[in-house]
Protein backbone atom coordinates (compact mmCIF):
# COMPACT_ATOMS: atom_id res chain seq x y z
CA UNK A 1 0.00 0.00 0.00
CA UNK A 2 1.28 3.38 -0.94
CA UNK A 3 1.65 5.83 1.73
CA UNK A 4 1.91 10.24 0.85
CA UNK A 5 4.01 11.21 4.35
CA UNK A 6 3.14 14.97 4.83
CA UNK A 7 6.70 15.94 6.58
CA UNK A 8 7.69 19.59 8.10
CA UNK A 9 10.82 18.87 8.77
CA UNK A 10 9.76 18.24 12.58
CA UNK A 11 10.46 15.52 14.76
CA UNK A 12 7.05 14.03 14.93
CA UNK A 13 6.60 13.52 10.89
CA UNK A 14 9.98 12.15 10.45
CA UNK A 15 9.06 9.38 12.75
CA UNK A 16 5.60 9.09 11.20
CA UNK A 17 7.87 8.64 8.23
CA UNK A 18 10.12 6.02 9.63
CA UNK A 19 7.45 4.02 11.47
CA UNK A 20 4.99 3.87 8.18
CA UNK A 21 8.09 2.55 6.38
CA UNK A 22 9.21 0.12 8.89
CA UNK A 23 5.60 -1.64 8.71
CA UNK A 24 6.43 -2.06 5.18
CA UNK A 25 4.22 0.65 3.22
CA UNK A 26 5.75 1.98 -0.08
CA UNK A 27 6.47 5.57 1.39
CA UNK A 28 6.73 9.23 -0.28
CA UNK A 29 8.01 11.78 1.60
CA UNK A 30 7.14 15.22 0.41
CA UNK A 31 6.85 19.11 2.07
CA UNK A 32 3.73 21.86 1.45
CA UNK A 33 5.63 24.93 0.28
CA UNK A 34 3.26 27.43 1.80
CA UNK A 35 4.57 30.22 1.67
CA UNK A 36 8.27 32.26 0.67
CA UNK A 37 9.75 34.78 2.55
CA UNK A 38 8.36 37.90 1.29
CA UNK A 39 5.31 36.54 2.33
CA UNK A 40 5.92 36.60 5.81
CA UNK A 41 8.36 40.01 5.83
CA UNK A 42 11.20 38.37 7.24
CA UNK A 43 13.47 35.07 6.96
CA UNK A 44 11.28 32.21 7.69
CA UNK A 45 13.81 30.20 10.04
CA UNK A 46 12.53 27.82 12.36
CA UNK A 47 9.19 27.14 10.21
CA UNK A 48 8.02 24.39 8.03
CA UNK A 49 8.70 26.08 5.12
CA UNK A 50 12.06 27.16 5.84
CA UNK A 51 15.33 26.08 4.23
CA UNK A 52 16.34 24.10 7.31
CA UNK A 53 13.47 22.33 7.78
CA UNK A 54 13.44 21.20 4.36
CA UNK A 55 16.81 19.92 4.46
CA UNK A 56 15.93 18.63 7.66
CA UNK A 57 12.90 16.15 6.23
CA UNK A 58 14.80 15.41 3.08
CA UNK A 59 17.99 14.18 5.48
CA UNK A 60 15.44 11.82 6.98
CA UNK A 61 13.87 10.67 3.72
CA UNK A 62 17.59 9.98 2.43
CA UNK A 63 17.79 8.18 5.77
CA UNK A 64 15.03 5.95 5.71
CA UNK A 65 15.17 5.43 1.34
CA UNK A 66 12.18 6.98 0.34
CA UNK A 67 11.89 9.53 -2.13
CA UNK A 68 11.15 13.01 -1.33
CA UNK A 69 9.18 16.08 -2.85
CA UNK A 70 8.29 19.76 -2.56
CA UNK A 71 4.69 20.40 -3.25
CA UNK A 72 4.59 24.30 -4.31
CA UNK A 73 1.02 25.58 -2.38
CA UNK A 74 1.54 29.52 -1.58
CA UNK A 75 -0.78 30.81 -3.73
CA UNK A 76 -3.77 28.34 -2.25
CA UNK A 77 -2.55 28.82 1.05
CA UNK A 78 -2.53 32.88 0.98
CA UNK A 79 -6.17 32.71 -0.48
CA UNK A 80 -7.50 29.49 1.81
CA UNK A 81 -5.37 30.56 5.16
CA UNK A 82 -3.69 33.62 5.26
CA UNK A 83 -6.52 35.79 3.98
CA UNK A 84 -9.22 34.17 5.79
CA UNK A 85 -7.10 34.76 9.01
CA UNK A 86 -6.85 38.54 8.41
CA UNK A 87 -9.87 39.00 7.30
CA UNK A 88 -11.35 37.37 10.43
CA UNK A 89 -9.49 39.34 12.71
CA UNK A 90 -10.52 42.72 10.96
CA UNK A 91 -14.41 41.55 11.62
CA UNK A 92 -13.13 41.50 15.31
CA UNK A 93 -12.64 37.59 15.96
CA UNK A 94 -9.54 35.86 16.85
CA UNK A 95 -9.53 32.72 14.38
CA UNK A 96 -7.27 29.21 14.50
CA UNK A 97 -5.11 29.14 11.36
CA UNK A 98 -3.82 25.25 12.41
CA UNK A 99 -7.43 24.40 11.88
CA UNK A 100 -7.87 26.42 8.42
CA UNK A 101 -4.83 24.55 6.98
CA UNK A 102 -5.71 21.29 8.39
CA UNK A 103 -9.43 21.44 6.48
CA UNK A 104 -8.02 23.09 3.48
CA UNK A 105 -4.29 22.32 2.80
CA UNK A 106 -3.45 18.62 4.29
CA UNK A 107 -6.74 17.28 4.29
CA UNK A 108 -8.15 18.24 1.08
CA UNK A 109 -5.38 19.52 -1.63
CA UNK A 110 -2.73 17.12 -0.53
CA UNK A 111 -5.42 14.63 -0.63
CA UNK A 112 -5.91 15.16 -4.09
CA UNK A 113 -2.15 15.00 -4.86
CA UNK A 114 -2.30 11.56 -2.82
CA UNK A 115 -4.79 10.48 -5.61
CA UNK A 116 -2.86 12.01 -8.46
CA UNK A 117 0.34 10.03 -6.98
CA UNK A 118 -1.87 6.82 -7.02
CA UNK A 119 -1.45 6.93 -3.34
CA UNK A 120 -4.37 4.96 -0.36
CA UNK A 121 -3.10 6.99 2.33
CA UNK A 122 -1.75 10.41 3.66
CA UNK A 123 0.07 9.70 6.98
CA UNK A 124 0.69 13.15 9.24
CA UNK A 125 2.40 13.37 12.88
CA UNK A 126 -0.17 14.57 14.64
CA UNK A 127 -1.13 13.01 18.19
CA UNK A 128 -4.79 11.62 17.83
CA UNK A 129 -6.10 8.20 16.84
CA UNK A 130 -8.20 6.74 14.10
CA UNK A 131 -10.94 3.63 14.58
CA UNK A 132 -13.90 2.59 13.04
CA UNK A 133 -17.51 2.14 14.84
CA UNK A 134 -18.27 -1.64 13.76
CA UNK A 135 -21.85 -0.86 14.77
CA UNK A 136 -22.62 1.94 12.50
CA UNK A 137 -19.28 1.81 9.99
CA UNK A 138 -18.60 5.32 10.75
CA UNK A 139 -14.77 6.37 11.95
CA UNK A 140 -14.15 7.61 14.39
CA UNK A 141 -11.66 10.63 15.27
CA UNK A 142 -10.33 9.91 18.95
CA UNK A 143 -8.00 11.62 21.26
CA UNK A 144 -4.37 10.60 21.04
CA UNK A 145 -2.68 8.29 24.22
CA UNK A 146 -0.58 11.03 25.34
CA UNK A 147 -3.37 13.60 26.36
CA UNK A 148 -0.50 16.53 26.81
CA UNK A 149 0.05 16.31 23.00
CA UNK A 150 -3.49 15.79 21.61
CA UNK A 151 -4.65 17.78 18.58
CA UNK A 152 -7.94 16.38 18.03
CA UNK A 153 -8.90 19.57 18.94
CA UNK A 154 -7.73 21.04 15.61
CA UNK A 155 -8.79 17.75 12.90
CA UNK A 156 -11.92 18.03 14.10
CA UNK A 157 -13.07 18.83 10.52
CA UNK A 158 -11.99 15.79 9.00
CA UNK A 159 -15.02 14.19 6.83
CA UNK A 160 -15.44 10.74 6.93
CA UNK A 161 -13.58 9.56 3.64
CA UNK A 162 -10.70 11.70 4.71
CA UNK A 163 -10.53 9.43 8.11
CA UNK A 164 -10.53 6.44 5.90
CA UNK A 165 -7.44 7.65 4.04
CA UNK A 166 -5.60 9.09 6.78
CA UNK A 167 -3.13 7.26 9.25
CA UNK A 168 -1.30 9.09 12.26
CA UNK A 169 1.44 6.54 13.25
CA UNK A 170 1.75 8.92 16.54
CA UNK A 171 -1.44 8.58 18.20
CA UNK A 172 -0.48 5.50 20.32
CA UNK A 173 2.63 7.23 21.64
CA UNK A 174 4.13 9.44 24.30
CA UNK A 175 6.16 12.18 22.88
CA UNK A 176 9.47 10.60 24.93
CA UNK A 177 8.93 7.88 22.91
CA UNK A 178 9.02 9.97 19.40
CA UNK A 179 12.28 11.70 20.31
CA UNK A 180 13.86 8.13 21.20
CA UNK A 181 13.21 6.34 18.05
CA UNK A 182 14.12 9.55 16.14
CA UNK A 183 17.39 9.48 18.27
CA UNK A 184 17.45 5.94 17.29
CA UNK A 185 17.43 6.43 13.70
CA UNK A 186 20.33 9.19 13.96
CA UNK A 187 18.12 11.73 12.54
CA UNK A 188 18.92 15.35 12.94
CA UNK A 189 16.31 16.63 14.12
CA UNK A 190 15.52 14.52 16.63
CA UNK A 191 15.77 17.49 19.57
CA UNK A 192 14.60 20.11 17.87
CA UNK A 193 12.35 21.93 19.68
CA UNK A 194 8.32 21.75 18.79
CA UNK A 195 6.74 24.67 16.89
CA UNK A 196 4.28 27.40 19.42
CA UNK A 197 3.71 30.08 16.98
CA UNK A 198 1.84 30.14 13.79
CA UNK A 199 4.07 29.29 10.84
CA UNK A 200 3.45 32.45 9.04
CA UNK A 201 3.84 34.63 12.08
CA UNK A 202 7.35 32.80 13.91
CA UNK A 203 7.47 36.01 15.67
CA UNK A 204 4.32 35.95 17.39
CA UNK A 205 2.98 39.47 15.70
CA UNK A 206 0.38 39.02 14.39
CA UNK A 207 -1.10 42.99 13.85
CA UNK A 208 2.60 43.37 12.55
CA UNK A 209 2.01 40.44 9.35
CA UNK A 210 -1.18 42.03 8.88
CA UNK A 211 -0.25 45.41 8.29
CA UNK A 212 2.42 44.05 5.93
CA UNK A 213 -0.01 42.04 4.52
CA UNK A 214 -2.57 44.66 3.99
CA UNK A 215 -0.15 47.87 3.68
CA UNK A 216 -1.78 49.86 6.07
CA UNK A 217 -2.43 51.01 9.80
CA UNK A 218 -5.21 50.04 11.50
CA UNK A 219 -6.58 53.39 13.11
CA UNK A 220 -6.81 53.86 16.97
CA UNK A 221 -9.66 54.02 18.89
CA UNK A 222 -11.98 54.60 22.16
CA UNK A 223 -12.19 51.88 25.00
CA UNK A 224 -15.48 52.34 26.45
CA UNK A 225 -17.15 50.28 29.57
CA UNK A 226 -20.37 48.48 29.31
CA UNK A 227 -22.42 51.54 29.69
CA UNK A 228 -20.38 53.13 26.39
CA UNK A 229 -18.74 55.53 27.97
CA UNK A 230 -15.29 56.29 26.85
CA UNK A 231 -12.14 55.59 29.61
CA UNK A 232 -8.90 55.49 27.36
CA UNK A 233 -7.59 54.97 23.65
CA UNK A 234 -7.07 51.63 21.86
CA UNK A 235 -4.58 51.18 19.56
CA UNK A 236 -6.52 49.28 16.51
CA UNK A 237 -9.12 46.83 17.40
CA UNK A 238 -6.93 44.06 15.98
CA UNK A 239 -4.48 44.35 19.03
CA UNK A 240 -7.04 42.54 20.97
CA UNK A 241 -8.67 39.68 21.82
CA UNK A 242 -11.76 38.82 24.28
CA UNK A 243 -10.23 37.93 27.77
CA UNK A 244 -7.30 39.68 27.09
CA UNK A 245 -5.51 41.95 30.53
CA UNK A 246 -2.36 43.14 29.59
CA UNK A 247 -1.37 45.71 27.41
CA UNK A 248 -4.59 47.55 27.67
CA UNK A 249 -3.00 50.12 29.59
CA UNK A 250 -5.58 51.78 31.35
CA UNK A 251 -5.26 52.49 35.01
CA UNK A 252 -8.32 51.50 36.95
CA UNK A 253 -9.48 50.43 40.73
CA UNK A 254 -9.83 47.30 39.70
CA UNK A 255 -8.28 44.72 36.69
CA UNK A 256 -10.10 45.50 33.41
CA UNK A 257 -10.28 42.54 30.72
CA UNK A 258 -11.13 43.09 26.90
CA UNK A 259 -15.29 41.51 26.74
CA UNK A 260 -16.70 42.78 23.28
CA UNK A 261 -14.71 44.16 19.91
CA UNK A 262 -16.86 46.13 17.73
CA UNK A 263 -15.25 46.64 14.06
CA UNK A 264 -18.12 48.86 12.72
CA UNK A 265 -17.42 51.45 16.10
CA UNK A 266 -13.90 51.03 15.90
CA UNK A 267 -14.60 50.38 19.59
CA UNK A 268 -13.16 48.00 22.37
CA UNK A 269 -15.39 47.42 25.30
CA UNK A 270 -13.28 46.29 28.68
CA UNK A 271 -15.30 44.96 31.87
CA UNK A 272 -14.69 42.66 34.96
CA UNK A 273 -13.51 39.32 34.76
CA UNK A 274 -16.92 38.27 35.71
CA UNK A 275 -18.16 39.97 32.62
CA UNK A 276 -16.43 37.07 30.81
CA UNK A 277 -18.40 34.19 31.96
CA UNK A 278 -21.16 33.06 29.76
CA UNK A 279 -22.85 29.52 29.58
CA UNK A 280 -23.96 29.57 26.02
CA UNK A 281 -22.59 29.72 22.89
CA UNK A 282 -23.83 29.46 19.12
CA UNK A 283 -21.39 27.95 16.06
CA UNK A 284 -21.46 27.56 12.70
CA UNK A 285 -19.56 25.47 9.53
CA UNK A 286 -19.88 22.17 11.59
CA UNK A 287 -18.77 18.98 11.23
CA UNK A 288 -20.02 15.96 12.58
CA UNK A 289 -17.83 12.85 12.78
CA UNK A 290 -18.97 10.42 15.08
CA UNK A 291 -22.98 11.03 14.42
CA UNK A 292 -24.85 12.06 10.75
CA UNK A 293 -26.75 14.56 12.63
CA UNK A 294 -27.36 15.57 16.90
CA UNK A 295 -30.96 14.26 17.36
CA UNK A 296 -32.75 16.19 20.29
CA UNK A 297 -30.28 16.86 23.23
CA UNK A 298 -26.73 15.18 23.23
CA UNK A 299 -24.91 15.08 26.53
CA UNK A 300 -20.94 15.73 25.58
CA UNK A 301 -18.13 17.56 26.98
CA UNK A 302 -17.22 20.75 24.74
CA UNK A 303 -13.82 22.69 24.48
CA UNK A 304 -13.76 26.12 23.30
CA UNK A 305 -9.71 26.82 22.53
CA UNK A 306 -6.89 24.53 22.12
CA UNK A 307 -5.81 24.91 25.77
CA UNK A 308 -8.95 24.89 27.65
CA UNK A 309 -10.10 21.59 29.41
CA UNK A 310 -13.50 20.19 28.11
CA UNK A 311 -16.53 20.79 29.91
CA UNK A 312 -19.91 19.29 30.78
CA UNK A 313 -22.64 20.55 28.17
CA UNK A 314 -25.59 19.74 26.01
CA UNK A 315 -25.51 20.27 22.69
CA UNK A 316 -28.13 20.93 20.14
CA UNK A 317 -28.00 20.82 16.20
CA UNK A 318 -30.37 24.08 15.11
CA UNK A 319 -29.89 23.33 11.14
CA UNK A 320 -27.71 21.70 9.43
CA UNK A 321 -24.86 24.10 9.96
CA UNK A 322 -25.36 25.48 13.02
CA UNK A 323 -25.23 24.25 16.57
CA UNK A 324 -26.02 25.35 20.15
CA UNK A 325 -23.80 24.23 23.09
CA UNK A 326 -24.86 25.71 26.94
CA UNK A 327 -22.47 24.41 29.56
CA UNK A 328 -23.54 23.08 32.90
CA UNK A 329 -21.32 25.75 34.38
CA UNK A 330 -20.23 29.23 32.58
CA UNK A 331 -17.23 29.24 30.69
CA UNK A 332 -14.42 32.34 30.40
CA UNK A 333 -14.03 34.33 27.13
CA UNK A 334 -16.14 32.14 25.04
CA UNK A 335 -14.58 34.12 21.57
CA UNK A 336 -15.55 34.10 18.24
CA UNK A 337 -13.79 32.54 15.32
CA UNK A 338 -12.64 29.67 18.05
CA UNK A 339 -13.95 25.87 17.63
CA UNK A 340 -15.44 24.77 19.87
CA UNK A 341 -14.73 20.92 20.06
CA UNK A 342 -17.35 18.33 21.12
CA UNK A 343 -16.08 14.84 23.23
CA UNK A 344 -17.75 12.15 23.89
CA UNK A 345 -15.12 10.23 26.19
CA UNK A 346 -12.28 10.13 24.00
CA UNK A 347 -14.11 10.40 21.04
CA UNK A 348 -14.81 13.75 19.42
CA UNK A 349 -18.34 13.93 18.16
CA UNK A 350 -17.89 16.88 16.22
CA UNK A 351 -17.39 20.79 16.25
CA UNK A 352 -17.95 24.29 14.29
CA UNK A 353 -16.56 28.11 14.34
CA UNK A 354 -17.60 30.01 17.38
CA UNK A 355 -20.45 33.09 16.12
Known amino acids: MKALIAMSG ?7 AHLMSERGYECIGCTMRLYENDMIGKDILDTCCSLESTEDARSVTKNIGIPYHIFHYEQLFEKEVIEPFVREYELGNTPNPCIECNRCMKFYHLFKKMEE ?16 DEKT ?11 SKDQSYVLYSMNQYQLAHVM ?3 GDMDK ?48 IDKEGNVIGRHKGYVHYTIG ?19 PKTNTVTLGKNEDLFKTELVADRINLISVPRIDGQMRIKA ?4 RHTEQPATVIQLDEDTIKVVFDEPQRAITRGQAVVLYDGDIVVGGGTII
Open 303 to 306: KIRY
Open 168 to 170: FPL
Open 137 to 147: GRYLLMKAKDF
Open 10 to 16: GVDSSVA
Open 244 to 262: QRRGLGIAAEHPLYVVDIN
Open 176 to 223: TLTRELAGKQGFRNADKHDSQDICFVPDGDYVAFMERYRNKKYPEGDF
Open 117 to 132: LGCELVVTGHYARISK
